[in-house]
């Protein structure tokens, strides 16, 4: 295969995730025509690392962070958008996730790189695989949270009712949260204490996020 096909080859397998719905909102039985996919996912967990960089003194390589967040996403073209509902562990989504990416890659010139950025978004040992990680939990709390503003996530919905059966929801209600999106940042705060991003998740969680857009 030439370099011409080996282009046209990974561009047409990644950007069957445009049309790859986000599993979680299915779950989550949204009340909507459209439906966030997995590429919309990507772009917003750019637009808010670029956003972030530009406000915040965090010196972190915003290049390699955005890079990072659009190959660790490659694994959902073989094995979909996995959501904790699906009862996989993670050990066991990560092994498919590599192997996944490796397939996407094969015999790209940089395969290596790019398996090794996913393998440092997954290990979190360095500023920009924590930060990256902290945009790619934020961002998907913050498109629930938009979601349920305009009142498309409600959790007193019907068919959301086995949801709330299930254990792990039924400890986050109890700690205190009103609506799906609470929900969604309470279960990730601990990662954002860890990560000096606590202030920015109490936004997202106190603010009514589209009047912004006014």
């Keep these: 295969m030439n370099k011409i096909e080996k282009v046209f080859k990974f561009y047409v397998l990644a950007t069957e995730l445009k049309d790859t719905i986000r599993k979680g909102w299915k779950d989550w039985n949204i ?3 459209r439906i966030e996919s997995v590429a919309e996912h990507i772009y917003g967990t750019c637009i808010l690392a670029i956003a972030i960089d530009s406000e915040y003194e965090l010196d972190i390589d915003i290049k390699k962070v955005v890079l990072m967040l659009v190959i660790h996403e490659l694994e959902e073209v073989y094995i979909g958008d ?3 509902f699906d009862r996989i562990t993670c050990e066991e989504k990560r092994v498919k996730g590599k192997e996944a990416v490796e397939k996407i890659l094969d015999g790209m010139l940089k395969k290596e790189e790019y398996v090794n950025l996913t393998e440092e978004f997954n290990n979190m040992l360095t500023k ?3 930060f990256a990680k902290v945009c790619d939990k934020l961002e998907c709390d913050i ?5 349920c503003e305009e009142d498309s996530l409600q959790l007193n919905k019907k068919e959301n ?7 792990r929801i039924e400890e986050l209600l ?9 929900l969604f940042i309470e279960k990730d705060m601990l990662l954002f204490e860890q990560n000096n991003f606590k202030e920015i ?3 997202v969680k106190d603010n009514n996020l589209l009047k912004l857009k006014e």
């Design 31 to 33: 009340s909507r025509n």
């Design 82 to 84: 996995i959501t904790p």
């Design 128 to 130: 920009e695989a924590k």
């Design 143 to 147: 498109q629930c949270k938009l979601y």
């Design 161 to 167: 009712e086995q949801w709330l059966k299930d254990k």
């Design 174 to 182: 109890n700690h205190g949260s009103k609506s799906i999106a609470d």
């Design 201 to 203: 998740a109490n936004f």
